[in-house]
């Protein structure tokens, strides 16, 4: 529950009514007789119901003096029943005889606040008043955007200035939309403001005791289930305010409150239950309650209470609506990415994303790292035009495009073509900037294209940042353009950082100036680990990212690093076997050899006989040369290539059948096993566990 403080000191005419402060409105002093109150001219004159209005001349008598409600000179032109009295609103009694003599003799002081208790709220008597106050209200709640700004933008407006304390209940859970709500209505206590009793001093409102409870302290349970046909269902059905002085508010006070609740209300027209509409159904109510020393509501506070309920439940059924939209686009951004980074051998790779704004969760943006045949793996950063629903579904189709190009193991450039052709057939102006990079921890080698993309940089283990020099191409979706792949040297312990322009370009610096600053931070990092020894990569990309500023998030980023470990040479054995009967032996004697050199003796009978029989598929139907390679890293990985394109596949061989049972072999010995289609032919892979070091 939030305490409000309020100030006791008379604020300046014309005082906003939401100043955070928790200034009072107050009706300023009128002015001696005869002198019309600045801004009060054009007023009409206002009756309670049973007084005569103070500017109908009344037969037998004189005719009064100037009022404050008189305009200039309306003691020379008064006509009878110029004004009459406003008639009570429905479902409001009438005074009796002694309230009424009671509001006759309090009247000026009602109207001009003297003579009430020091540090008392003074209430609203004008329209005036009423407007301006509503006016600030419905802005203050509007200005939030979801659902805990909205209902404590009501809670700040109206306390004190309307009500000394005022609970939220709203429905739970909350329909969204044109959802029908399925099982009872349930209200939860959302929210609750008061004004702490807290004691005027002459140094200001700090209490020089400690305050005793209030009873409206007390008021408010935490959840209540209306049931249908209820006290509480027909004040919510009625959708207008009520006094819950009236008959039907008075028996849904204990439903909404709990036992003895309705007792802590204050007796008269000092509390207001006023249920919160939204656009298609009830969501929830507001009850707004007054002291007992504090004046009691009018018949025209109803008409407030019923616009701050209106403007909060539709800000309510705004700020849920806006929920469900960045629950969407939050999932649709989450299945676009990689929700895991692949670990493939010989590199250790991280990402990181960051939409634009809160206000614009999915983007363009998109990372991605495929392994390929032969330990290697391809990296791949894009930026779609934009950053809204349209811009992230193009980006998932131009990320599957990708990973399927990527299976065919097409080279870089080639990779490029295809996707801007394929941004050509999603339409008109789909453009977007890539780069695709192949990493080969066997040869150190890695391959880029660039597509109208940031080049990226590469971080040294001694510490020197270097942007590469990669030609940068057309963007994908322009056509008719050709693509140039450049190889480079990928030293093992370097760092690989690819990334998107929302990293480095703004409203405040160009692109240059920030892949510059980029460069600096890599190295200015690098230096605080030694030239031996790596910055951690999970640690890297955080580093990167602090050098975002306050005027730098324009454009969603993603951010992908790749550390090269690479394979060893002496890790790796290689052989070219020709296509002939003794080829599976052969292979066999190798594969041996190998293994005892790297002391995986225990493993030569279960590889021997993988490697025979997957050999044996590829000799039956190789024209060319077939290749074997092994690779020892945290796992034993054999490789065997031919110019087949045909992928095999496992199937059940029958009783009768003299082969298909190789596969069969594979699958039950090997920890994984594999086949990928190459431009040139195909690879069978399987991997099997390395025993730990004695």
């Known amino acids: 529950m939030t305490e409000q403080p309020i100030s006791f000191e008379r604020p300046q005419t014309g005082a906003d009514p939401a100043d955070p402060r928790g200034a009072l409105l107050r009706s300023p002093v009128p002015p001696s007789a005869g002198t019309p109150a600045a801004g009060t001219a054009a007023l009409p004159a206002q009756a309670r119901p049973g007084e005569t209005p103070p500017d109908t001349a009344v037969p037998g008598q004189e005719p009064a003096g100037v009022t404050e409600h008189s305009q200039p000179g309306a003691e020379h032109a008064a006509e009878p029943d110029t004004h009459r009295p406003r008639p009570a609103p429905e479902g409001v009694p009438a005074p009796a005889a002694g309230e ?72 739970e859970p909350l329909p969204v939309g044109d959802e029908r709500p399925i099982g009872p209505l349930v209200l939860r206590l959302r929210r609750t403001d008061r004004i702490p009793a807290e004691r005027d001093t002459e140094g200001g409102f700090m209490p020089p005791v400690q305050p005793e409870p209030s009873g409206l302290d007390a008021v408010g349970a935490e959840t209540c289930e209306v049931r249908p046909g209820s006290a509480l269902a027909e004040v919510l059905r009625g959708v207008r305010p009520v006094f819950t002085d009236a008959p039907a508010a008075r028996a849904a006070l204990p439903e909404l409150l709990g036992d003895g609740g309705g007792f802590a209300v204050p007796s008269g027209q000092r509390a207001i239950l006023a249920p919160l509409r939204g656009r298609r159904r009830v969501i929830g109510a507001a009850l707004f309650l007054r002291r007992p020393e504090r004046p009691a509501f009018e018949a025209d506070d109803l008409l407030v209470a019923a616009q701050l309920a209106t403007h909060s439940a539709l800000g309510i059924d705004k700020a849920v609506l806006y929920g469900r939209e960045a629950y969407i686009a939050d999932e649709l951004q989450r299945t676009m990415l990689p929700e895991t980074l692949p670990r493939p051998t010989g590199v250790r790779l991280a990402a990181r994303y960051l939409p634009a704004a809160e206000t614009a969760r999915v983007g363009g943006d998109w990372y991605d790292a495929i392994p390929l045949p032969g330990s290697r793996v391809a990296l791949v950063v894009g930026d779609v035009m934009g950053h809204s629903m349209t811009s992230a579904a193009i980006m998932g189709q131009l990320r599957t495009t990708a990973q399927t190009l990527a299976g065919l193991d097409l080279p870089p450039q080639e990779v490029l073509h295809h996707l801007d052709e394929q941004a050509q057939r999603l339409g008109i102006d789909r453009m977007a900037t890539c780069l695709y990079a192949v990493y080969d921890p066997v040869s150190h080698r890695i391959t880029i294209a660039n597509a109208g993309h940031p080049p990226p940089v590469l971080l040294h283990l ?233």
């Open 462 to 694: 001694g510490g020197r940042a270097e942007v590469l020099r990669v030609p940068a191409g057309a963007p994908i979706g322009v056509g008719g353009v050709d693509f140039e792949a450049v190889e480079l040297d990928a030293p093992a312990g370097a760092t690989l950082l690819l990334y998107t322009d929302g990293l480095v370009e703004s409203r405040l610096r160009d692109v240059w100036t920030g892949i510059e600053q980029l460069r600096e931070k890599l190295a200015a990092t690098a230096q605080l680990t030694g030239p031996d020894h790596p910055p951690p990569l999970e640690a890297l990309c955080d580093e990167v990212l602090d050098m975002l500023g306050p005027g730098d998030r324009d454009d969603d980023i993603a951010l992908l690093a790749a550390r090269f470990d690479g394979i060893a040479p002496n890790d790796v054995a290689y052989w070219f076997l020709e296509p002939e009967d003794a080829a599976p032996g052969r292979a066999r004697r190798l594969a041996r050899r190998a293994l005892e050199r790297w002391g995986l003796e225990e493993l030569s009978d279960s590889v021997e006989l993988l490697v025979s029989e997957v050999v044996t598929n590829a000799v039956r139907y190789a024209t060319r040369p077939v290749t074997l390679r092994l690779l020892r890293t945290n796992v034993l990985r054999c490789e065997v290539g031919d110019d087949v394109p045909q992928l095999p596949r496992l199937r059940q061989a029958r009783a009768t059948d003299e082969g298909g049972r190789g596969l069969l072999l594979v699958n039950k010995v090997a920890r994984r096993w594999g086949a990928t289609r190459l431009s040139t032919g195909k690879v069978v892979w399987f991997e099997l566990g390395v025993p730990p070091a004695p």
């Open 100 to 171: 009424q003599e009671h509001a006759e003799a309090a009247g000026g002081e009602r109207r001009t606040g003297q003579g009430l208790p020091p540090g008392r709220p003074t209430p609203m008597r004008r329209d005036g008043d009423r407007l301006r106050f509503v006016g600030a209200a419905t802005r203050r709640i509007a200005r939030g955007m979801d659902l805990d700004e909205i209902v404590m933008g009501l809670c700040r407006a109206t306390v004190p200035t309307f009500a000394d304390a005022i609970l939220v209940y709203l429905r």
